[in-house]
């Protein structure tokens, strides 16, 4: 079962509903248990980092989170799902789940962009240097996850921080928006997007789909 | 590299997609989940549900709409129209909104966006502008200045507030986003007031959408270039298949604008 984890933020109806397109059933919950059982987590979120943390610390699910991610059950982060991997934010004093070496910065008015970085843009596919037991790949490097997605393709993004990972061999997609910045990041269990895959038409449902199949589910 | 976006808009009255003239002389255009369904194959970045349902009794119909598209289409989906509290905004998001625009019940109530970009996010609040030039005769002599004012209850009352002020205003309050309408050219079909963009744009660091007046493929060029603007609204155009979006965003990107292409 695929579970979403229900933070009381953002719209989690429209995750479930991607997902019922593509032919899967999910439940909404913050239920531990519940979780614990489930085959694939999802972690959607909006807000700030502060608020997703704070959130997860009451519903006593930050360990839950870490165990489950430790203990290698896939692993799906959407947006803020993807911030609070790191270790700490730009964004208000609050420590993130640690994860992933690195840290959440915040984009610079200084190079005259609009922010929230808010619309669709495309994604740069990288190649990956590590072993297919790690990140499963074809025979170029080319992620088993975006397959028949082109490089390049757009995708919907809006948020206002970014993630910087000290191992940049964890990134799976670049965007630039002034900068380069790691728009989704995949290691093992883990993928998580900066990008809203359920508010990216067809290419985000098939990003969907390739993850669902990757796992098993 | 982001691009610009296109938004169509759909007036919605008693569940019906419905356009008029100046917020004035409504026709019926058609079932909004089938509207919004041929849009989003069209290649329409967002769409944007405006519902102007004036009796309370039939509100409730805006939250079926909102249901069936979010089950069918997945680009985001803004709904705004008698949107005045918290609980008016969960229930959008429930239904399958992702963001809400609020006009009347922000100016009424400014804390209200404050409120609602710390509980939902800054990035689901957008804050509808209905804007109207006004001249003073001591600028005509003196130092010839436009000015804007502010609108609520969908362009029936003068607020006597700033547009350019305003617009600091909200975003500072934490809206995410700002949906501007010409009130002088809305249903006009002779462009957007490229002035009042640009000067809104110029004014606030979140995106602009710009509203009214849409008529032609030149004047999304001239909102996006001369405006400044970060998206661009129309709703007739494209109902009445005067001109599809399709069209339209192969124009714009053939004139070396950034548009997804799909």
């Not at chain 1, 982060?77 to 993130?96: A, H, M, P, R, T």
């Not at chain 1, 990134?171 to 093992?188: D, E, H, M, P």
């Not at chain 2, 710390?118 to 001249?135: E, L, N, P, T």
Request: overall charge positive.
């Amino acid at each position: 079962m695929i579970t979403i984890i229900d933070c009381g933020m953002g719209n989690l109806r429209s995750v479930a509903k991607a997902f019922e397109h593509i032919g899967k059933k999910t439940i909404i919950t913050s239920d531990r248990k519940k979780i614990l059982k489930s085959s694939l987590v999802v972690l959607p979120g909006v807000g700030s980092f502060t608020a997703a943390m704070t959130n997860l610390k009451k519903l006593n699910l930050t360990e839950t989170v870490k165990n489950i991610i430790t203990v290698g059950k896939p692993f799906l982060g959407l947006c803020l799902g993807l911030q609070i991997l790191f270790e700490k934010s730009e964004e208000g004093n609050c420590l993130g789940l640690g994860i992933f070496h690195g840290k959440v910065r915040k984009f610079s008015y200084k190079r005259n962009l609009k922010i929230p970085h808010m619309g669709w843009n495309n994604i740069k596919l990288q190649i990956t240097n590590y072993p297919s037991t790690l990140m499963s790949h074809d025979r170029t490097g080319k992620l088993q996850i975006f397959k028949d997605i082109p490089d390049n393709s757009f995708f919907y993004f809006v948020h206002s921080y970014y993630v910087e990972p000290k191992d940049k061999k964890i990134i799976a997609t670049t965007t630039n928006y002034g900068i380069n910045f790691a728009s989704s990041v995949f290691y093992k269990n883990i993928f998580a997007t900066q990008f809203h895959p359920e508010k990216s038409q067809k290419n985000g449902l098939k990003l969907l789909k390739n993850y669902v199949d990757y796992t098993g589910n | 590299m982001l691009t610009k976006r296109i938004i169509p808009c759909l007036d919605i009255d008693k569940g019906r997609v419905v356009k008029g003239t100046k917020f004035l002389n409504l026709r019926d255009a058609g079932n909004p989940v089938e509207v919004a369904k041929r849009y989003d194959k069209e290649g329409a970045d967002e769409i944007i549900f405006l519902d102007i349902t004036a009796s309370y009794q039939k509100r409730k119909t805006i939250i079926d709409v909102v249901k069936k598209t979010a089950e069918n289409i997945f680009i985001p989906l803004t709904v705004g129209g008698g949107i005045r509290n918290l609980h008016d905004i969960r229930e959008m998001l429930k239904a399958g909104a992702d963001k809400i625009s609020i006009n009347t019940a922000a100016v009424e109530n400014p804390e209200f966006i404050d409120a609602a970009a710390k509980k939902f996010g800054s990035q689901c609040v957008v804050v509808a502008i209905d804007a109207k030039q006004v001249r003073s005769k001591k600028n005509l002599i003196n130092n010839f200045q436009l000015k804007w004012e502010v609108y609520t209850y969908g362009g029936r009352k003068l607020t006597g507030i700033d547009a350019v002020k305003w617009a600091k205003k909200v975003e500072k309050l934490g809206a995410g986003e700002i949906l501007l309408t010409s009130m002088d050219k809305d249903g006009t079909k002779n462009g957007y007031d490229i002035e009042l963009t640009r000067k809104i744009s110029e004014a606030v660091k979140i995106p602009v959408i710009a509203s009214g007046g849409a008529g032609k493929k030149e004047h999304f060029y001239e909102a996006f270039t001369n405006g400044k603007a970060d998206a661009a609204l129309a709703a007739s155009l494209f109902h009445y298949k005067e001109l599809s979006i399709k069209k339209l965003k192969r124009y714009l990107s053939q004139k070396g604008v950034a548009i997804r292409i799909c």
